[in-house]
C-alpha cells in the first residue's frame, strides 16, 4: 500500500485559484491535502503542497524565505493592487533613477509594511477583503516582514520588471504599491510568479493535471523532506518502528543512530530498511519529543 502522505512541488499557472489547482491532487493522491502558502489568482508558480499525514506539518515550512518575479506597472494603482481591480488613482511615470534610489534607500531590511486590503487578513474578526467588497473602510494594520533582495529585472516605462527575495508573510502587492509611492507614483502589479520557497525551485514544479508524472513524485517526498532547514535523520530498531505505527514515540535505547546537527529541530524517523516512518519534533539530546506526521500508519508497517 502507498502511503498518501506526499510532500508535492506543483505549478499554478495564471488565472486558476490555489484552490482549483489542488483539485488534480484530490483525484490522484489524496482527498487530505494542505498547502505552505497560496498564490492569487493572477500569480503563477511554484505552490508546496501536502497531502495526508503531511498536512500536519506547516509549522516545518512557515519561516521560510520566498522568491518572486514581480511586473509593476507605474502610473496606476488599482482597488486589489492587481490587474482584476479597478483603477484608484492615477499619477506620473517615475525615471528608473528614481526607481533605483528608492529601492535601495527604503526596502531594504525589515520595513514596516501594510497588506492590501483585499488581503484575507483578519480585521476584528472579519477577512478584509470581505470587508473591502462590502465598501467598508479597512484600515490595515502594519507589520514587519524583511527585503533580502531586490534586483532590477528589466524596465521598459512604465513597466519594471524586478526580482524579490523576501521573508514570509510579504505581500508583493503591497510592495509594488509602496515603492510606487516612494517614488512620487502610483503602481499595481500586472504578474507574478513564485520562483522560489526555501530551498524549492519552480523550476522543479510540476503539472499537477499529469496524473502519473503526480504518483511519481509523490514517491520522492521524503528525499525533499530532508532539505528542509534544521531537519535531521534519525534510524531506529524493529521494536521502535512497531511502537511508532500506535503513535508511540522511540526511546533512546531503540535509535540505532542519528544524523542531527545542534541546531536541528526536527527529524525524520527512518527504520533499518530505509522507509519514512514520522516526521518528529527533538529536544536538545537529539530525542523525539513530539509526532507531526506518521506516514507508518497509512503504510501498516509492522
Not at 18 to 42: C, E, N, Q, W
Not at 86 to 110: K, M, N, W
Not at 140 to 153: D, E
Not at 166 to 172: E, H, L, N, R
Given at each position: 500500500?502507498r502511503?498518501s ?12 485559484t ?8 484530490k483525484?490522484?493522491i489524496?482527498?487530505?491535502v494542505?498547502?505552505?502558502?497560496t ?6 508558480g ?5 497531502t495526508?499525514?503531511?498536512t ?9 524565505d520566498k522568491r518572486?518575479?514581480?511586473?509593476i506597472l507605474f502610473?496606476?494603482e488599482?482597488s486589489t493592487l492587481d490587474?482584476e481591480?479597478?483603477?484608484v488613482?492615477?499619477a506620473?511615470?517615475?525615471?528608473i533613477?528614481?526607481i533605483s534610489a ?10 514596516d ?5 483585499y488581503?484575507?487578513v483578519h ?5 478584509a477583503?470581505?470587508?473591502a467588497?462590502?465598501g467598508?473602510?479597512v484600515?490595515?494594520?502594519t507589520?514587519?516582514?524583511?527585503i533580502?533582495?531586490?534586483k ?6 512604465p513597466?519594471l520588471q524586478l526580482?524579490?527575495h ?8 503591497s510592495?509594488a504599491?509602496d515603492?510606487?509611492i ?7 502589479l500586472?504578474?507574478l ?5 526555501g ?9 499537477p493535471?499529469?496524473?502519473e508524472?503526480?504518483?511519481l513524485?509523490?514517491?520522492?517526498s521524503?528525499a525533499r523532506?530532508?532539505r528542509?532547514?534544521?531537519i535531521g ?13 500506535y ?5 533512546k ?5 542519528s544524523?542531527?546537527?545542534?541546531d ?6 527512518i ?7 514520522a ?5 536538545n539530546?537529539?530525542?523525539?519529543n513530539?509526532?507531526?506526521?506518521l506516514?507508518c ?6
Amino acid at each position: 500500500m502507498r502511503s498518501s502522505s506526499s510532500l508535492l512541488l506543483l505549478y499554478k499557472p495564471s488565472g486558476v485559484t490555489s484552490f482549483a489547482s489542488l483539485k488534480p491532487v484530490k483525484r490522484t493522491i489524496s482527498k487530505k491535502v494542505g498547502h505552505a502558502g497560496t498564490l492569487d489568482k493572477f500569480a503563477e508558480g511554484l505552490m508546496i503542497v501536502l497531502t495526508g499525514t503531511f498536512t500536519k506539518l506547516n509549522p516545518l515550512f512557515s519561516n521560510l524565505d520566498k522568491r518572486y518575479i514581480a511586473t509593476i506597472l507605474f502610473g496606476k494603482e488599482t482597488s486589489t493592487l492587481d490587474p482584476e481591480g479597478e483603477v484608484v488613482a492615477t499619477a506620473e511615470v517615475p525615471s528608473i533613477d528614481e526607481i533605483s534610489a528608492v529601492l535601495e534607500s527604503q526596502f531594504l531590511g525589515t520595513i514596516d509594511q501594510a497588506p492590501p486590503q483585499y488581503s484575507a487578513v483578519h480585521i476584528d474578526g472579519k477577512r478584509a477583503y470581505k470587508m473591502a467588497r462590502a465598501g467598508e473602510e479597512v484600515e490595515m494594520p502594519t507589520r514587519k516582514v524583511t527585503i533580502h533582495a531586490l534586483k532590477i529585472i528589466s524596465w521598459s516605462a512604465p513597466v519594471l520588471q524586478l526580482e524579490v527575495h523576501c521573508s514570509k508573510g510579504t505581500y508583493i502587492r503591497s510592495l509594488a504599491r509602496d515603492i510606487a509611492i516612494a517614488c512620487g507614483s502610483k503602481g499595481h502589479l500586472t504578474a507574478l510568479e513564485r520562483t522560489a520557497i526555501g530551498p524549492y525551485l519552480v523550476k522543479e514544479a510540476i503539472d499537477p493535471d499529469d496524473s502519473e508524472t503526480l504518483q511519481l513524485h509523490g514517491q520522492e517526498s521524503a528525499a525533499r523532506i530532508s532539505r528542509l532547514p534544521h531537519i535531521g535523520s534519525v534510524v531506529v530498531d524493529t521494536k521502535s518502528a512497531h511502537r511508532l505505527t500506535y503513535g508511540n514515540l522511540p526511546k533512546k535505547n531503540g535509535i540505532l543512530r542519528s544524523d542531527l546537527h545542534k541546531d536541528d529541530e526536527y527529524a525524520m524517523i527512518i527504520d533499518e530498511e530505509g522507509i519514512l516512518l514520522a516526521i518528529t519534533g527533538i529536544d536538545n539530546q537529539g530525542i523525539p519529543n513530539k509526532v507531526y506526521a506518521l506516514p507508518c500508519m497509512e503504510k501498516g508497517i509492522v
